[in-house]
C-alpha cells in the first residue's frame, strides 16, 4: 500500500510565503511524475506544478515566478515552495504521484488547506 503525506499548509497573509511537503511511503519501486493540485470552493480541481524524475518541471500560469516545485528522490518527496501568496490562491492543495512498482498507479493524498488573507 502507498500512502501520500502532505504537511506545511496554513494561514498566511497575501505576501507571505509557505512550504508544502509530500511524502510518499509504502511499497514503492520508483516514482515517476509528481504534483501539486488544488480546489478552490466552487471550481474544479487544477494543476499547480509538476516535476518528472528527470527534474523537469511544468507550471500553471497563475504561479509562475511565484511558486516553485522540487523533489528529494533519495526521500521519495515533492515540495512546492509558495511565495507572494495572494488571497486567489487560497485552496485544498493535493499531493499527486506516478508510483511504479509492477505497474504505475495514480495516487493522492488527503489534502492541505492553504488560506492566504488579505
Known amino acids: 500500500q502507498v500512502q501520500l503525506v502532505e504537511s506545511g499548509g496554513g494561514l498566511v497573509q497575501a505576501g507571505g510565503s509557505l512550504r508544502l511537503s509530500c511524502a510518499a511511503s509504502?511499497?514503492?519501486?520508483?516514482?515517476?511524475?509528481m504534483g501539486w493540485y488544488r480546489q478552490a470552493p466552487g471550481k474544479q480541481r487544477e494543476l499547480v506544478a509538476a516535476?518528472?524524475?528527470?527534474?523537469?518541471?511544468n507550471y500553471a500560469d497563475s504561479v509562475k515566478g511565484r511558486f516553485t516545485i522540487s523533489r528529494d528522490n533519495a526521500k521519495n518527496t515533492v515540495y512546492l515552495q509558495m511565495n507572494s501568496l495572494k488571497p486567489e490562491d487560497t485552496a485544498v492543495y493535493y499531493c499527486?504521484?506516478?508510483?511504479?512498482?509492477?505497474?504505475?498507479?495514480?495516487?493522492w493524498g488527503q489534502g492541505t488547506q492553504v488560506t492566504v488573507s488579505s
Open positions: 499527486n504521484a506516478d508510483i511504479m512498482l509492477l505497474l504505475t498507479t495514480n495516487y
Open positions: 516535476i518528472t524524475d528527470s527534474g523537469r518541471t
Open positions: 509504502g511499497r514503492i519501486f520508483s516514482i515517476k511524475t
